[in-house]
């Protein structure tokens, strides 16, 4: 079948203007109401779906001169949403060792990590925090058809208070390199981000706490206050512009949530009660409970400091525990694996985690799909239905029931177009 794939691809380009194309298969997910109906005939017209239909229903007319990509034996369901990314950073070089590397270098990696995402059946993804501006250089050279890779909604620049987890600490004093995000006020906060919108930003990110990867804090304390955090979560509204929170500590959890920020970034340390408000406020969690394996198992190899290993020692159980809660609370949450941490490609390495602390994999599926497209503000994406994007990725067996089979994809099509998987 991948060579059948790889034929569409030489034979088509974007589609041109009323261009249709019919894609089949044995299955396809519904993942609205998590039922698989058999032979799905999916219609599409300049890559949005025109009309969609299965083998129990009344077949649609189809153009005579269509493009036909039959995928087989497979079951297909819409392309997936990583609502975490850092397409410009590598898990491979971390730490001082980045210091190596000339500043473009990154905006370069970032062009491979793209591709590698997208086959990995990833057809959106949300890229929060990137120096330089070089995920919305990225997302434009995609959009404009000079590179592969996925529908990218950029943050720029991650805002972040002086010293803290969105600051640069690697180096002394003499040196006195501090990042462009960095805000000390509601009032600077309400300027950055005007300044990020105005350079192509689609959505805001702030470090509410600290972190594992940066040096000299703590991973759960909080280093934005409320005023802060409310001033920019107003102006990114305001600018029709959600707002990420990289939180790992409860009181930062809690002081996000209140202040209207949109989704809290692994929520580590998330107690009952930040749980119900964000139950109340409709704020959804973004909880990268996969890559904990990746970094205790590499080390320091790849130039990780013995700090962040210890932070991720404390709290990488910790989060996972706090994700079997949350899930069975009821938050509302979406699939945000931290790509970039680990290595890109291997984002649906999360979904098992996820089934295996405590989700369905229809829910786990959900996350990376409708819940996730919910949480962009986007209708354009999420499920296969009429008028959207005809993103989708097909596997061999049922997801529903091996989560899985989404870490080897059989095929990937966005717009309607088959990516190639080699």
């Given at each position: 079948?991948?060579?059948?794939?790889?034929?569409?691809?030489?034979?088509?380009?974007?589609?041109?203007a009323?261009?249709?194309?019919?894609?089949?298969?044995?299955?396809?997910l519904?993942?609205?109401?998590?039922?698989?109906?058999?032979?799905?005939?999916?219609?599409?017209?300049?890559?949005?779906?025109?009309?969609?239909?299965?083998?129990s229903?009344?077949?649609?007319?189809?153009?005579?001169?269509?493009?036909?990509?039959?995928?087989?034996?497979?079951?297909?369901?819409?392309?997936?949403?990583?609502?975490?990314?850092?397409?410009?950073?590598?898990?491979?070089?971390?730490?001082?060792?980045?210091?190596?590397?000339?500043?473009?270098?990154?905006?370069a990696?970032?062009?491979?990590?793209?591709?590698?995402?997208?086959?990995?059946?990833?057809?959106?993804?949300?890229?929060?925090?990137?120096?330089?501006?070089?995920?919305?250089?990225?997302?434009?050279?995609?959009?404009?058809?000079?590179?592969?890779?996925?529908?990218?909604?950029?943050?720029?620049?991650?805002?972040?208070?002086?010293?803290?987890?969105?600051?640069d600490?690697?180096?002394?004093?003499s040196?006195?390199?501090?990042?462009?995000?960095?805000?000390?006020?509601?009032?600077?906060?309400?300027?950055?981000?005007?300044?990020?919108?105005?350079?192509?930003?689609?959505?805001?990110?702030?470090?509410?706490?600290?972190?594992?990867?940066?040096?000299?804090?703590?991973?759960?304390?909080?280093?934005?206050?409320v005023?802060?955090?409310?001033?920019?979560?107003?102006?990114?509204?305001?600018?029709?512009?959600?707002?990420?929170?990289?939180?790992?500590?409860?009181?930062?959890?809690?002081?996000?949530?209140v202040?209207?920020?949109?989704t809290?970034?692994?929520?580590?340390?998330?107690?009952?009660?930040?749980?119900?408000?964000?139950?109340?406020?409709?704020?959804?969690f973004?909880?990268?409970?996969?890559?904990?394996?990746?970094?205790?198992?590499?080390?320091?190899?790849?130039?990780?400091?013995?700090?962040?290993?210890?932070?991720?020692?404390?709290?990488?159980?910790?989060?996972?525990?706090?994700?079997?809660?949350?899930?069975?609370?009821?938050?509302?949450?979406?699939?945000?694996?931290?790509?970039?941490?680990?290595?890109?490609?291997?984002?649906?390495?999360?979904?098992s985690?996820?089934?295996?602390?405590?989700?369905?994999?229809?829910?786990?599926?959900?996350?990376?799909?409708?819940?996730?497209?919910?949480?962009?503000?986007?209708?354009d994406?999420g499920?296969?239905?009429?008028?959207?994007?005809?993103?989708?990725?097909?596997?061999?067996?049922?997801?529903?029931?091996?989560?899985?089979?989404?870490?080897?994809?059989?095929?990937?099509?966005?717009?309607?177009?088959?990516?190639?998987?080699?």
């Open positions: 079948m991948r060579l059948l794939v790889a034929a569409f691809v030489l034979s088509l380009a974007t589609p041109a009323a261009e249709t194309v019919v894609v089949t298969a044995a299955r396809m519904e993942v609205e109401s998590g039922r698989v109906v058999a032979q799905p005939v999916i219609v599409v017209t300049d890559g949005r779906i025109a009309s969609i239909a299965s083998g229903g009344q077949r649609p007319q189809i153009p005579t001169d269509a493009k036909r990509i039959d995928l087989g034996d497979v079951t297909i369901l819409p392309g997936l949403i990583d609502m975490h990314v850092h397409l410009t950073s590598l898990a491979e070089v971390g730490g001082y060792q980045t210091l190596k590397y000339t500043d473009s270098f990154w905006g990696v970032g062009v491979a990590n793209a591709a590698k995402t997208l086959r990995a059946g990833f057809t959106t993804v949300r890229n929060v925090g990137a120096a330089d501006f070089q995920d919305v250089g990225l997302k434009e050279a995609i959009d404009g058809g000079w590179v592969i890779g996925p529908r990218i909604v950029p943050a720029g620049y991650a805002i972040g208070a002086t010293g803290g987890h969105c600051d600490n690697a180096l002394p004093p040196y006195d390199k501090q990042l462009p995000s960095v805000v000390n006020s509601p009032a600077e906060g309400r300027a950055k981000v005007r300044w990020l919108h105005k350079y192509g930003a689609e959505v805001i990110k702030i470090c509410a706490t600290g972190g594992v990867f940066s040096l000299g804090d703590s991973v759960g304390g909080q280093q934005l206050s005023e802060e955090m409310k001033a920019i979560a107003d102006e990114a509204h305001m600018l029709d512009m959600k707002v990420a929170a990289h939180a790992h500590g409860d009181e930062g959890i809690k002081a996000a949530i202040a209207g920020i949109d809290i970034e692994h929520a580590s340390l998330a107690s009952d009660e930040a749980m119900r408000l964000a139950i109340q406020h409709k704020t959804r973004s909880m990268d409970i996969y890559n904990d394996d990746y970094i205790l198992a590499t080390g320091t190899a790849n130039g990780t400091e013995q700090e962040s290993l210890d932070k991720e020692r404390a709290i990488g159980l910790k989060q996972r525990q706090t994700f079997q809660r949350a899930v069975g609370l009821g938050v509302a949450m979406v699939f945000g694996s931290d790509a970039g941490v680990y290595p890109h490609g291997d984002n649906a390495r999360q979904f985690k996820m089934v295996e602390w405590g989700m369905t994999p229809v829910q786990a599926i959900r996350a990376a799909t409708n819940a996730a497209a919910e949480a962009l503000g986007r209708s994406v499920s296969l239905s009429v008028g959207k994007w005809a993103d989708m990725v097909a596997v061999t067996g049922d997801p529903t029931a091996d989560v899985r089979v989404l870490e080897r994809p059989a095929a990937v099509l966005k717009g309607g177009v088959p990516v190639a998987l080699d």
